[in-house]
């Protein structure tokens, strides 16, 4: 990513760890025991922004970054296998136009045998937060337009 992106990048996970901070205390206390201070907008802020190896976070493979996606494009459903996932919607949700992110439930026979469970299309600037064990397809296919989304799964 450009360092302008990756600037708009850290600037938004930022808002939502310091959300995750003063509205969720616990999570952090929970998904991450091992570091010294509960809050994780602090810990993100000790980090070099330049580098991975000095973050106390472990991300996911090119993450954070921004998926895009277009009509005929989609994220098939899968596991993120990290502690916690992101997602922040940056563009609206398409009316009559498929999109969105789906879950399904812990006791579903799995995606390739039922549908989700459950579909959010949130609007813009939302943050879902859920455990990287959870099926998810974060990119449901359109049929028109584009749907911008900020992802950024880490233990």
Partial sequence: ???????ICRSILLKVLDCI???EPSIPKV???SLSSPSMSHKFLQSDPNTRTSHPYQWSSREPAVNVYTPGGEFLAHT????LTILVALTAPL????GGT?????D??????????????PPVGTALLFGGCVTHEAGMPISHGMRGVLVASFS
């Fill in 80 to 83: 993120d296998s990290q502690s």
């Fill in 95 to 98: 009316e009559d136009g498929g």
């Fill in 31 to 33: 998904l991450f025991p």
């Fill in 108 to 121: 579903s026979r799995g995606h390739r045998v039922e549908g989700p469970s459950l579909v959010l299309r």
């Fill in 21 to 23: 901070d003063q509205d």
């Fill in 102 to 106: 789906a879950f399904w439930s812990q």
């Fill in 1 to 7: 990513m450009c360092s302008k992106a990756d600037a």
